[in-house]
């Protein structure tokens, strides 16, 4: 088992209630990855009820978009943000 997959059941571990997809878009975070091994990863780790089949592409070209844009860390940062602001009201 590569550190990569270890790091997973890690945090998958520490996070029950996540589901593999949420583990799998944490741990590739500020990393940098081929497409061919970031789809690899994705097939072997993230369960298949997770997502459909058929957007199985769609989602491996918007984690690779945002992985060699950079965007990756900034967008995660506006979503919290939004998250935070709508908190507030709660």
Same mark, same amino acid.
């Not at 590569?2 to 949420?22: D, E, G, H, Q, V």
């Not at 918007?62 to 602001?85: M, P």
């Given at each position: 088992?590569?550190?990569? #997959? #270890?790091?997973?059941?890690?945090?998958?571990?520490? /996070?029950?209630?996540?589901?593999? !997809?949420?583990?799998?878009?944490?741990?590739?975070?500020?990393?940098?990855? #081929?497409? %061919?091994?970031?789809?690899?990863?994705?097939?072997?780790?993230?369960?298949? &009820? &997770? !997502?459909?089949?058929?957007?199985?592409? +769609?989602?491996?070209?918007?984690?690779? #978009?945002?992985?060699? /844009?950079? %965007?990756?860390?900034?967008? /995660?940062?506006?979503?919290?943000? +939004?998250? &935070?602001?709508?908190?507030?009201?709660?």
């Amino acid at each position: 088992m590569n550190s990569f #997959t #270890t790091k997973f059941n890690i945090l998958a571990r520490r /996070n029950p209630w996540w589901s593999s !997809y949420i583990v799998f878009t944490e741990m590739i975070k500020d990393k940098s990855f #081929t497409k %061919k091994r970031l789809t690899k990863l994705f097939k072997e780790l993230v369960d298949k &009820d &997770d !997502y459909e089949e058929d957007e199985l592409k +769609q989602i491996i070209v918007f984690f690779w #978009t945002l992985l060699i /844009n950079g %965007k990756f860390a900034v967008k /995660n940062r506006e979503i919290c943000s +939004q998250r &935070d602001e709508r908190s507030r009201f709660v």
